[in-house]
Nanobody, 124 residues
């Protein structure tokens, strides 16, 4: 089993930046597909970004492409989400997720491991 703990959320003004971290424990994440999802009040959980085992392959939702960057440090068992040029519509609870499958996945049902989430609030 993998336990995931997110951190780095908070309140930021529109146009600002935040860096989320997801620390994993229980096993190494070097062979786990890692992703970020978010859920705003009254909305379904949506895919944000994913990164393959080696970190060489990434994929982003169109809404964050060019503004967010996902990365991983397998030695530290940690995944990051750098969020720049934040918009009010980016406000949500952000969840870190892990999947044992090799290929990039955007559906939440493909992910077996989930963190508790970290709140991101963007003021206009």
């Amino acid at each position: 089993q993998v336990q995931l703990v997110e951190s780095g959320g908070g309140l930021v003004q529109a146009g600002g930046s935040l860096r989320l971290s997801c620390a994993a424990s229980g096993r190494t994440i070097s062979s786990i597909l890692m992703g970020w999802f978010r859920q705003a009040p009254g909305k379904e959980r949506e895919f944000v970004a994913a990164i393959a085992w080696s970190g060489g392959n990434t994929y982003y939702a169109d809404s964050v492409k060019g503004r967010f960057t996902i990365s991983r440090d397998n030695a530290k068992n940690t995944v990051y989400l750098q969020m720049n040029s934040l918009k009010p519509e980016d406000a949500a609870v952000y969840y870190c997720a892990g999947s044992p499958q090799r290929w990039i996945a955007t559906l939440s049902t493909n992910y077996n491991y989930w963190g508790q989430g970290t709140q991101v609030t963007v003021s206009s």
